[in-house]
């Protein structure tokens, strides 16, 4: 079964040295849909196996580079059969982002614009990820009756100490600068230099016969800029941060963040507070599950347990959460799902431990698909927890 898609949603360019994907859905502020995921695969692959490409470079067209996943193309796909559909999705997009963390050649993302979810995982194991003072990054899925995937229990929890926590589970957004802070960004580049760093890098590439990394590295900095973070930043408040989200249960964490707005008023605490309890309660519970066990895991594993966790919520195994958030938030848009379980005590630990097995998938499910990433030997070093 396939749904609509335009050709044009994904566009790769070729030049010199160089082979450029660019996202172009603007209008749906390119959201990925499973034909995007699928082209760019197929694209990619081929690009890694071809001795001429040298760089590869992830852009966007429009103002955003990518806020997610196309949930709308997801909910219809299970709307119109079953659930199981909603997977294959799911399993292309994680099968990319296995592919870029793995990647043989040079990388560039060009966050210039609103990068959330799928788009993070896009880009975030990228060679390079530049940022600007456009730039916005959150993982918002618990606000949507999902938890943060795409291999987010692995890369937020190489963030510095429970802040990882934080982001996940308030969906909190950062800016540019603070991305290059924390190392999500590894430069810092004025949005009206990005044109211009673009074409040196072409033209050195495009007069090099095999341009390195370093070399790559050397031009980008004459674009770069240092920056400093705010101080009203939660990236200055890193203290009060770990306090918080330091707590062994989201329970624990939501009471640590009431007691600190006794004692604080700042904005973050509130708006922290606010979030979690407006979230996808089985989502809060799975991600910090996740998280906590994903710093001891692999890349690979973080996403073959998130892939699990979505499959459960896809097969309302515990709740119909993932409907009624894409519901709520993308369909009907009054923006106030009704989730069930409704409260965090509500969600005992036998429904998060459900939804780290696939047990009852095999057993009762032969329509169900598990995640199967093959093995691949990246001969660059390019990983993201050596990068904070």
């Given amino acids: 079964m396939a749904l609509p898609f335009e050709s044009n949603e994904v566009i790769f360019e070729e030049i010199?040295?160089?082979?450029?994907?660019?996202?172009?859905?603007?209008?749906?502020?390119?959201?990925?849909?499973?034909?995007?995921?699928?082209?760019?695969?197929?694209?990619?692959?081929?690009?890694?196996?071809?001795?001429?490409?040298?760089?590869?470079?992830?852009?966007?067209?429009?103002?955003?580079?990518?806020?997610?996943?196309?949930?709308?193309?997801?909910?219809?796909?299970?709307?119109?059969?079953?659930?199981?559909?909603?997977?294959?999705?799911?399993?292309?997009?994680?099968?990319?982002?296995?592919?870029?963390?793995?990647?043989?050649?040079?990388?560039?993302?060009?966050?210039?614009?609103?990068?959330?979810?799928?788009?993070?995982?896009?880009?975030?194991?990228s060679t390079f990820r530049i940022v600007t003072e456009k730039t916005v990054f959150a993982m918002p899925e618990a606000l949507i009756g999902l938890f943060p995937d795409v291999g987010a229990s692995y890369f937020l929890s190489r963030l510095p100490g429970f802040f990882g926590e934080y982001i996940g589970l308030t969906g909190a957004r950062l800016n540019g600068v603070e991305m290059l802070a924390f190392g999500l960004g590894t430069h810092f580049v004025p949005s009206n230099k990005i044109q211009s760093m673009t074409n040196a890098l072409e033209k050195m590439i495009s007069s090099s016969d095999s341009p390195s990394v370093a070399?790559?590295?050397?031009?980008?900095?004459?674009?770069?800029?240092?920056?400093?973070?705010?101080?009203?930043?939660?990236?200055?408040?890193?203290?009060?941060?770990?306090?918080?989200?330091?707590?062994?249960?989201?329970?624990?964490?939501?009471?640590?963040?009431?007691?600190?707005?006794?004692?604080?008023?700042?904005?973050?605490?509130?708006?922290?507070?606010?979030?979690?309890?407006?979230?996808?309660?089985?989502?809060?519970?799975?991600?910090?599950?996740?998280?906590?066990e994903g710093r001891s895991k692999t890349l690979k594993q973080c996403l073959v347990t998130e892939y699990i966790g979505v499959s459960h919520l896809l097969g309302r195994t515990i709740s119909n959460n993932f409907y009624e958030g894409s519901r709520a938030m993308l369909i009907?848009?009054?923006?106030?799902?009704?989730?069930?379980?409704?409260?965090?005590?509500?969600?005992?630990?036998e429904m998060v431990v459900k939804c780290t097995s696939s047990t009852s998938f095999k057993d009762n499910d032969g329509d169900w698909l598990p995640l199967e990433l093959p093995t691949r030997s990246n001969t660059?070093?390019?990983?993201?927890a050596s990068k904070l």
């Fill in 16 to 125: 010199v040295g160089v082979r450029k994907v660019i996202l172009n859905r603007p209008k749906k502020l390119n959201t990925l849909n499973y034909e995007m995921l699928r082209k760019m695969y197929e694209k990619l692959k081929g690009y890694e196996n071809d001795p001429t490409v040298k760089l590869i470079i992830l852009k966007a067209n429009g103002k955003v580079f990518c806020v997610g996943g196309d949930l709308t193309s997801a909910y219809t796909y299970v709307a119109l059969g079953h659930w199981s559909f909603g997977t294959h999705y799911y399993r292309k997009q994680f099968c990319l982002d296995d592919l870029l963390a793995t990647y043989k050649k040079a990388s560039l993302a060009i966050l210039d614009g609103h990068v959330m979810g799928g788009g993070v995982g896009l880009t975030i194991h």
């Fill in 380 to 384: 660059m070093d390019v990983d993201l």
């Fill in 215 to 292: 070399t790559m590295s050397l031009v980008i900095n004459k674009f770069a800029q240092e920056v400093k973070v705010k101080p009203d930043s939660a990236y200055s408040r890193l203290d009060m941060v770990n306090q918080c989200f330091s707590g062994e249960s989201c329970e624990e964490i939501l009471s640590s963040l009431e007691h600190l707005a006794l004692q604080v008023q700042e904005k973050w605490v509130h708006e922290a507070i606010t979030s979690m309890k407006s979230a996808n309660p089985l989502g809060l519970k799975i991600f910090l599950k996740n998280i906590r």
């Fill in 332 to 349: 009907d848009k009054d923006k106030k799902p009704q989730w069930v379980p409704s409260k965090l005590e509500d969600v005992s630990d």
